[in-house]
T-cell receptor, first 115, second 113 residues
Framework: AQKVTQAQTEISVVEKEDVTLDCVYE???????LFWYKQPPSGELVFLIR??????QNEISGRYSWNFQKSTSSFNFTITASQVVDSAVYFC????????????FGTGTRLQVFP | KAGVTQTPRYLIKTRGQQVTLSCSPI?????VSWYQQTPGQGLQFLFE???????NKGNFPGRFSGRQFSNSRSEMNVSTLELGDSALYLC????????????FGEGSWLTVV
């Protein structure tokens, strides 16, 4: 069975602090895909990144970076120099190679960035 | 390019009624999937359609159904509404290839009273 765990329910930081959101996944598939989405209060899930299981390179996009480690089944997300606009709920998700459009979501981490 | 569009955005229904939600995928996307989001259960997969055929189904009762049209637009229907069906219903679309990025709409907020 597939499962995604986001153990951090809520994180509060002050602007300009760095923050890391943890994501641990479980799957028996050798090929799978990992995603991060941001959900602002409006409700829309905003796509941030997709990573396949064969690509363990870390990725950086502006203030965002992702650390994928198959050895620990983790796909952590770091925001550097956080800003108030980063306040949202962040979801990590997993899909398999045979069910690529069926996402298994974690419970989400609510990030609050205070000025 | 337009994103995934869902209508209506907000609606209130009474127990026992039925509701139909609509989703227009990103142009060129052929796969449409639906998710239910509630505070208690989180984000749960409802079903996925590709080329007018249901390809995947989540663990929901038969009151939840959907369909996809030849232009890839999709609708989902919930019959005999229950209070517990109050949720944010999110539609997503993708090109339907292996590991394609899945884009979501803003969702339809359903309240059942």
């Amino acid at each position: 069975a597939q499962k995604v765990t986001q153990a951090q329910t809520e994180i509060s930081v002050v602007e300009k602090e760095d923050v890391t959101l943890d994501c641990v996944y479980e799957t028996r598939d050798t090929t799978y895909y990992l995603f991060w989405y941001k959900q602002p209060p409006s409700g829309e899930l905003v796509f941030l990144i997709r990573r396949n299981s064969f690509d363990e390179q870390n990725e950086i996009s502006g203030r965002y970076s992702w650390n994928f480690q198959k050895s620990t089944s983790s796909f952590n997300f770091t925001i550097t120099a956080s800003q108030v606009v980063d306040s949202a709920v962040y979801f990590c998700a997993l899909s398999s190679s045979y069910n690529t459009d069926k996402l298994i979501f974690g419970t989400g981490t609510r990030l609050q960035v205070f000025p | 390019k337009a994103g995934v569009t869902q209508t209506p955005r907000y609606l209130i229904k009474t127990r026992g009624q039925q509701v139909t939600l609509s989703c227009s995928p990103i142009s060129g996307h052929r796969s449409v999937s639906w998710y239910q989001q509630t505070p208690g259960q989180g984000l749960q997969f409802l079903f996925e359609y590709f080329s007018e055929t249901q390809r995947n189904k989540g663990n929901f009762p038969g009151r939840f159904s959907g369909r996809q049209f030849s232009n890839s637009r999709s609708e989902m229907n919930v019959s005999t509404l229950e209070l517990g069906d109050s949720a944010l219903y999110l539609c997503a679309s993708s090109f339907a290839g292996s590991g394609n990025t899945i884009y979501f709409g803003e969702g339809s907020w359903l309240t059942v009273v």
